[in-house]
């Protein structure tokens, strides 16, 4: 994994720890985890972040870090990739989790004429909330396993690679001194 490349991008805990606004959670700060990249750590941000990214909740930053404080993952991956669901990527990815979850329900699907009114988002949300929900849950599940085992494999597999570099090498310079 680029880990040089992620803790150049990432703040530092000091840097957290020293911002005033963030002062009052020093004391969460001092599981060294939550801030080191290795496979263990970057694989469970994975997993609360994927997870709560899929869900349409308010605050999902604040449960992804949460979640990541609790399976002692690295907060940082954990809190970004909650924005996989941003402003841009939001209605499709939960009009697809509502399809997917009318399709588990076997519920008819509804067609949306959109309203920007509150009353149209309250009656919509009533009518929709729980196809919604269950196929959010469902994708949220599966994201958050796949990438789980996906940052394992590839974290493996980037491991292998260089050890198999190393010996290579190690072969190469064994040869080139037995010719001097």
Not at 61 to 86: E, Q
Request: hydrophobic residues 50%; positive net charge; proline residues 8%.
């Amino acid at each position: 994994m680029p880990k040089k490349l992620l803790q150049k991008y990432f703040p530092s805990p000091e840097q957290v720890r020293s911002n005033p606004a963030l002062r009052f959670l020093h004391p969460l700060f001092a599981r060294p985890n939550l801030w080191h990249i290795n496979r263990h750590s970057v694989a469970r941000a994975f997993v609360a972040g994927l997870f709560f990214a899929f869900l349409p909740i308010p605050f999902q930053m604040f449960f992804a870090a949460l979640l990541a404080y609790c399976i002692n993952a690295n907060l940082p991956i954990s809190v970004g990739l909650v924005w996989i669901t941003n402003p841009l990527t939001m209605p499709p990815i939960f009009y697809a989790t509502y399809r997917l979850g009318t399709w588990i329900m076997d519920l008819p699907t509804r067609t949306f004429q959109v309203e920007l009114s509150v009353e149209w988002l309250l009656y919509e949300l009533n009518a929709i909330w729980q196809p919604l929900l269950l196929g959010s849950f469902v994708v949220a599940v599966f994201f958050a396993t796949a990438g789980y085992f996906t940052i394992h494999a590839i974290w493996r597999t980037h491991i292998l690679r260089n050890l198999k570099k190393r010996r290579l090498n190690r072969i190469k310079r064994a040869a080139e001194n037995e010719g001097f």
